[in-house]
């Protein structure tokens, strides 16, 4: 089997059986990335892209949700584990090919995880309106599964990009980028190594606890969560279920209700994605209570705390577009709690966004589609931004402020010291 073919079987893991409905329109611009570069003049000055800049500050607006990925081939430390890079393991395989070649870095001679950071520097350089700079992406770090014991655990790791390489990106690249560590509450120096982020400039933590074995439910989380109110740091949690990266598998982690000990200790959590994708146990009807759609727990915690935020990454694709977008497009009482993302490199991923499918659901309009569709193959991360721009719903938009996190994050540059 040659590379395409392998990709081809990662296109249909990384769709899965939620988008059915959306598989007449598969493969709508093929399953590789072109990896084009600068956005010719003509979309470059489109009305649909200068409309999407309307009302909006680009000093303003942060992407919130950008993943730093590569090979370790630098001094990065970045940790991949060998199973994603045998053939003997079909999914982990293609889900790597495609998130290089997302990022545009699977080709690179010059190195892996240099090429996945100018290929971002170029992107955001064409996300930014012609003479106005200031748009950024908030650069994930992403931490390493760990036991029961607080140890990590490489062998259910599926990579891990060190908090010290996300920090280094950033004072490289300052008018770029910013950054949210990723520490591991049960780790025995958590409570250091929050400080040290906090100090080295981190806006926010990123967890994804069915990868990563954390139980945000669990009373071990207690101490981490008072550091982290003190230090004013948002949690920027995965909820719902979890396709894109694999580990030990423990889906229950996802439950948006577990975050409740977080919103309950003063934290500021954003629900990645709306916790839009899957199914989880009801537990207000206990730890055996039925299952019903990770949305409505989300729904349910985003009514009760004000703490609680969400961002809205990965909501245009195949696998989660549909009623929980419409209702978070319709739902105005909720833009000011809510943050864009573009869970990048995920929208450099052809097969798993299909723009035909978002017409179908009437969430944008025909004519939109051909210029989206070429925007993507230059910039994945214009095309996130101005696809969500024009989506609507009964004749609702997502509002300006959604895009201006800026502000969101700059409350966590106080009490450094």
Not at 154 to 179: G, I, K, M, N, Q
């Amino acid at each position: 089997m040659n590379k395409r073919r392998f990709l081809f079987g990662g296109a249909a893991l990384a769709v899965g059986a939620g988008a059915a409905a959306a598989w007449r329109y598969w493969p709508e611009q093929g399953i590789w990335n072109p990896c084009l570069a600068q956005l010719p003049r003509h979309l470059a000055t489109h009305e649909l892209v200068t409309a999407a800049w309307d009302g909006i500050d680009p000093a303003q607006t942060w992407d919130s949700h950008a993943h730093l990925i590569g090979t370790g081939d630098s001094d990065s430390g970045i940790y991949v584990n060998p199973a994603t890079q045998s053939v003997l393991n079909l999914g982990q395989y293609a889900r790597r090919l495609f998130f290089l070649n997302a990022g545009c870095a699977h080709d690179s001679g010059g190195g892996v995880d240099r090429a996945y950071v100018a290929r971002m520097r170029n992107l955001v350089d064409g996300w930014n309106p012609a003479g106005r700079k200031g748009a950024k992406l908030l650069l994930f770090a992403f931490e390493r599964a760990h036991g029961e014991d607080g140890a990590p655990d490489l062998e259910h790791t599926t990579f891990y990009v060190p908090d010290s390489y996300a920090r280094d990106v950033v004072r490289a690249y300052p008018d770029y980028f910013e950054w949210a560590a990723s520490i591991h509450p049960y780790a025995k120096d958590a409570l250091a190594r929050l400080a040290q982020a906090k100090r080295d400039g981190a806006r926010a933590v990123k967890w994804l606890p069915q990868a990563m074995g954390i139980d945000p439910a669990s009373p071990r989380c207690r101490k981490f969560f008072e550091a982290m109110r003190s230090l004013d740091l948002p949690l920027i949690s995965h909820a719902g279920e979890e396709r894109a990266v694999l580990g030990r598998e423990l889906h229950d982690l996802g439950n948006p209700l577990r975050l409740r000990r977080a919103l309950d200790a003063g934290v500021r959590v954003v629900v990645a994605h709306c916790a839009s994708m899957g199914e989880d146990r009801d537990l207000d009807r206990g730890e055996s209570g039925p299952y019903v759609e990770s949305f409505s727990l989300f729904v349910r915690l985003f009514e009760k705390y004000p703490n609680c935020y969400a961002d809205i990454s990965a909501m245009t694709q195949a696998n989660r577009a549909g009623p929980a977008l419409a209702r978070v497009i319709e739902s105005e009482s909720w833009h000011a709690r809510l943050l864009n993302g573009s869970d990048y490199p995920l929208p450099g991923v052809l097969p798993i966004i299909s723009v035909d499918y978002l017409v179908s659901l009437g969430l944008l309009k025909e004519e939109s589609a051909p210029v989206l569709k070429e925007i993507r193959l230059h910039n994945p991360l214009l095309f996130d931004f101005v696809a969500k721009r024009a989506l609507r719903s009964n004749g609702r938009a997502l509002s300006a402020r959604i895009f201006e996190t800026r502000g969101f994050f700059m409350r966590s540059s106080r009490h450094v010291g």
